[in-house]
């Protein structure tokens, strides 16, 4: 049965879509089938994979649906959770009843952060929601914060030094959230692929590449730590 992920922000252009794919790309490469529901009305998900498929760069192991409502939402999870090892939900960017029923279904949920004050409070916003749906579901959904976009001078802004304090300060309130270590900064290859040129795993391993693997490889990995460290009951 497949674990369900789901990339949930109230900020439009908080980079959900572009974390989606780059997650999908190394669990495929593991040799993890994935599958990947749009629910985005923008619908940039379904776009890439439309791209993809004009450009015959299908990556293998990946599939895309798109479940725009609630009831389609469900009934997807429940046809394919079977016949995939992961499913990973791209989240509407607004505050929605189809937001709350992707991360009622999810079993991890992560927020990108880019460093600004909307982005921060978006992610906030989404650990709330998760901390209000463990509440009434019985349910211990993770909630992950990635911060996204970052530069080297990005790294010297008020709003990026406050992103860690603020994390801190949700789990000081008891929401069952943390902060990712690995950030993913802002790079072209990132931009490119959703151009249609399949996923970051697939193209020619140059130096901005190599980068960019490894930093996504990081990213995976400290999230499958982190899951398997809640699911034993630890703090994340």
Same mark, same amino acid.
């Given at each position: 049965?497949?674990?369900? &992920?789901?990339?949930v922000?109230?900020?439009?252009?908080?980079?959900?879509?572009?974390?989606? #794919?780059?997650?999908?790309?190394?669990?495929?490469?593991?040799?993890?089938?994935?599958? %990947?529901?749009?629910?985005?009305?923008?619908?940039?998900?379904?776009?890439?994979?439309?791209?993809?498929?004009?450009?015959?760069?299908?990556?293998?192991?990946?599939?895309?649906?798109?479940?725009?409502?609630? =009831?389609?939402?469900?009934?997807?999870?429940? $046809?394919?959770?079977?016949?995939?090892?992961?499913?990973?939900?791209?989240?509407?960017?607004?505050?929605?009843?189809?937001?709350?029923t992707?991360?009622?279904?999810?079993? %991890?949920?992560?927020?990108?952060?880019?460093?600004? +004050?909307?982005e921060?409070?978006?992610?906030?916003?989404?650990?709330a929601?998760?901390?209000?749906?463990n509440? =009434?579901?019985?349910?211990?959904?993770?909630?992950?914060?990635? $911060?996204?976009?970052?530069?080297?001078?990005? =790294?010297?802004? @008020?709003?990026? /030094?406050? +992103?860690?304090?603020?994390?801190?300060? %949700?789990? @000081?309130?008891? &929401? /069952?959230?943390?902060?990712?270590?690995?950030?993913?900064?802002?790079?072209?290859?990132?931009?490119?692929?959703?151009?249609?040129?399949? #996923?970051?795993?697939?193209?020619?391993?140059?130096?901005?590449? =190599?980068?960019?693997r490894?930093?996504?490889?990081?990213?995976? @990995?400290?999230? @499958?730590?982190?899951?398997?460290?809640?699911?034993?009951?630890?703090?994340?």
């Open positions: 049965m497949a674990r369900i &992920y789901a990339a922000s109230n900020k439009g252009g908080a980079g959900k879509t572009t974390l989606v #794919t780059l997650l999908a790309g190394e669990y495929a490469l593991r040799g993890e089938r994935v599958l %990947l529901i749009d629910a985005d009305g923008r619908l940039n998900l379904s776009g890439w994979w439309r791209l993809c498929h004009s450009k015959d760069n299908v990556p293998e192991n990946i599939n895309v649906a798109v479940a725009a409502s609630r =009831r389609t939402i469900e009934a997807e999870i429940e $046809r394919l959770r079977n016949a995939f090892d992961l499913i990973i939900v791209d989240a509407p960017g607004v505050d929605s009843t189809v937001q709350d992707i991360i009622g279904s999810a079993d %991890l949920v992560l927020s990108p952060i880019q460093p600004g +004050i909307k921060i409070e978006a992610a906030g916003q989404a650990a929601s998760v901390s209000e749906i509440d =009434r579901q019985g349910s211990g959904i993770l909630h992950l914060n990635l $911060r996204t976009r970052i530069t080297v001078p990005g =790294r010297n802004l @008020e709003a990026y /030094r406050y +992103i860690r304090p603020f994390v801190a300060g %949700l789990q @000081e309130a008891g &929401y /069952r959230t943390a902060l990712l270590d690995t950030e993913l900064f802002e790079r072209n290859v990132y931009r490119e692929i959703q151009n249609g040129l399949g #996923t970051l795993q697939m193209q020619e391993l140059s130096e901005p590449v =190599r980068k960019a490894q930093e996504v490889l990081s990213l995976v @990995e400290e999230i @499958e730590t982190k899951r398997q460290i809640a699911a034993r009951g630890e703090a994340a």
